[in-house]
């Protein structure tokens, strides 16, 4: 015969039940951890035929992804950091998927980097929307930060997918739609950890109007500092907006609803 039980009474008898020490509720994020851990092993794309690429978009092209490599870097900080963390929805295998997370977009920081090498162009080492993510990313409270991170994915799944789609028959664009389909991922691992951290109605209402807050900021700027490229990729402004506009509304839904496995995000961003 089979035992049926409610999830709320199981959670209630491993809570209650000192004879069933030993056993533990499954972490919410395992699905996550598996996929960094499965990700990690990927090859880093190789580039090749950038010679078209380095005579007529160099410039732009360079700029921009000279910035979004900076914004891949230096996330290190937040891993050793979420070793402090002790409440829900923080554990010891979330602690771990978001160690393989940082190592991940330092991947994607070192694609970008073999990128602007075969473009002949020189690293960025400074920039003003740079500095605005530097700053916000420093913000006291590694829940600030992450939410900070999190408006940084909406920037990478839309950003990403532009160029991509501007450069498709190139070594480059594979590799960026590349990134972008990580971007995605990480987009949902953020999105479903404030969706577990909201547990009232208070705290829903105060870190979904911080994402607006932070999100919209973050869209607005990188309209006007990557505006040349967006304009050399024959993209107007009415569809960048359009674009992460609806990348905030696919986030906002996923912080309602959470976002439990990577595949979900994947197939629904
Ligand atoms: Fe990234
Ligand atoms: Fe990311």
Known sequence: ??????????????????????????????????YFERNQSAPVPTLHDL???????????????????????????????IESADYFPVDPVYSSALKLF???EGKHAAILGNM??????????QNWTYRLFF?????IGLRVKL??????????????????????????????AGIQKEEKVHLGFHCHFFYLLGRNILSKTLWRVMYETIAH??????????RR????????????????????????QLLRNGCPHPAIAEAIL
Request: net charge positive; charged share 25%; with cysteine.
């Open 217 to 226: 900021a973050a869209c607005i700027s990188v309209l006007i500092d990557h």
């Open 1 to 34: 015969m089979t035992l049926r039980l409610k999830p709320a009474s199981a959670r209630r008898i491993l809570r209650t039940r000192p004879f069933f020490v030993g056993l533990s509720e499954p972490s919410p994020w395992t699905g996550y951890l598996r």
């Open 51 to 81: 010679r078209d690429l380095r005579i007529s978009w160099s410039a732009e092209l360079g700029r921009s992804l000279g910035i979004f490599r900076l914004g891949e870097t230096g996330e290190g900080r937040i891993a050793h950091e």
């Open 135 to 139: 700053v916000a990313r420093r913000a």
């Open 102 to 104: 940082v190592a991940e």
């Open 229 to 252: 490229t967006f304009r050399k990729m024959g993209v107007g402004y009415g569809e960048v907006i359009g674009r992460f506009l609806r990348r905030i509304a696919q986030g906002r």
């Open 116 to 125: 602007l090498r075969e473009l002949r162009q020189r690293p960025v080492e």
């Open 147 to 176: 939410m900070v991170l999190l408006a940084a994915e909406i920037i990478g799944c839309e950003c990403y997918g532009l160029l991509a789609r501007a450069l498709p028959s190139n070594s480059a664009g594979a590799a960026l």
